[in-house]
């Protein structure tokens, strides 16, 4: 096949879409078929080249943010798109299309669809509604175009049931569920700390974003401290818009000494950290399927996460790690202490978290899954 996919992030700008894209279009690359790319334009990276066996073509979107895009940016891209994917599908003979997210993205889909090509969606999150409630406007807008995209879509994908039931409730198509893989074998064969290595490293990977909850986060650790728990650090690896409040809101809590900043990393570097640390939180108020929680478990971490749709179809409570209802305080404070408290524990679970991605979540099984539905019947 010669697939163009469209997804107005991909590495090395974006979050978890973009890295599931690289994965995704490599794998299929690497079973014998011709990938395109069509994504955003980013500072100085170059607009036409291959990429580890993708094509790869960057659009002019106003993008000035390596972790995010604002609605006109996704609009620029969603026009900039438009204007070359019918020159693209001709030129390259474009026969398959895969589109992540319906927004951007939705109007080359359907502009392909009209010149015989077929198209696969895969939802993401924030374009299904209820996903993010500061959307819903945004929504109800789109709701005609987000619709139209469905309807037509050879197949529509989500990365977790709860992602699939959400779109289905809101627009009466079915949708097919393949979740995120990880190499595991990038992440080593366990945890490379020893247990009980003092302070305790506990690994947050994301965007600094309001989804993400890290002010509860910040808070709760802040009255662990109070309490004179087991001594820890946390360790912040990502960017994003909440960053300068986020570290004001550390220096009032009295966490300076504690937390540690990484910023923006690369994945070599980020792999890393999975080996030096102890522990993965992740308080997120809502997910799809977060890729930083499959990496986290390939490298051994138990995880300590909200109870959310997506992160709940990963973490198996009480054997890889334990959920905590969103904002319940203490909960989340008493499954920290346990973990902190039993070292030996957290590690039979981080083991037990690799055994399962091994077993069940690999890229190429999802490559497989996307192809198998990009063929048709």
């Known amino acids: 096949m010669n697939i163009l996919c469209i997804n107005y992030e991909y590495p ?9 894209l690289g994965h995704i279009a490599r794998s299929l690359a690497g079973r014998g078929h011709a990938v395109h790319v069509l994504t955003s334009a ?16 960057r659009v002019p979107a106003a993008r000035r ?7 006109l940016q996704m609009a620029a891209f ?12 001709a030129s390259r003979g474009i026969d398959r299309c895969l589109l992540f997210f319906t927004i951007p993205g939705w109007a080359s889909a359907l502009r392909l669809h009209a010149r015989g090509i077929p198209y696969v969606v895969s939802l993401r999150g924030g374009d299904v509604p209820g996903f993010d409630p ?26 977790s049931r709860g992602l699939a039931d959400l779109s289905e409730r809101t627009d009466p198509v079915p949708v097919t569920v393949i979740p995120n893989g990880v190499d595991a074998a990038l992440y080593g064969s366990g945890p490379g700390r020893e247990p009980g290595a003092c302070p305790a490293r506990l690994l947050f990977v994301g965007r600094l974003a309001t989804q993400k909850n890290l002010d509860f986060l910040l808070t709760e650790l802040a009255a662990l401290r109070r309490e004179a728990g087991p001594p820890f650090e946390l360790h912040l690896a990502g960017g994003g818009p909440r ?18 900043w990484h910023g923006h990393l690369d994945r070599r570097r980020i792999i890393e950290l999975y080996g030096e640390s102890d522990i993965l939180v992740f308080p997120s108020h809502a997910e799809g399927m977060p890729n930083v929680v499959l990496e986290a478990m390939a490298g051994g971490l138990p995880v300590l996460a909200s109870d ?46 690799r055994e399962r991605v091994v077993r069940d979540y690999t890229w190429e099984a999802v490559a497989r899954a996307y192809e198998s539905l990009l063929a048709g019947p």
Do not use: W
């Open 65 to 71: 943010f390596r972790e995010k895009s604002n609605p």
């Open 42 to 57: 980013f500072r100085d990276l170059p607009r036409v080249g291959v990429e580890e066996g993708v094509h790869v073509f």
């Open 308 to 353: 959310v749709m997506g992160t709940n179809e990963l973490v198996v409570h009480g054997e890889t790690g334990y959920l905590f209802a969103p904002g319940d305080s203490g909960t989340f404070r008493a499954r920290l202490r346990d973990l902190l408290a039993s070292p030996e524990r957290a590690r039979r679970m981080g083991l037990a978290g």
């Open 78 to 89: 969603e026009a900039a798109a438009l204007a070359v994917s019918g020159f693209l599908a």
């Open 243 to 260: 960053e300068r409040r986020l570290r004001e809101l550390a220096h009032a809590l009295g966490l300076n000494r504690h937390v540690v």
């Open 12 to 20: 090395p700008i974006g979050g978890g879409a973009a890295n599931a």
């Open 134 to 159: 500061g959307l819903r406007l945004f929504h109800t807008i789109l709701a005609p175009v987000r619709r139209a995209a469905l309807r037509r879509a050879r197949a529509v994908v989500a990365n």
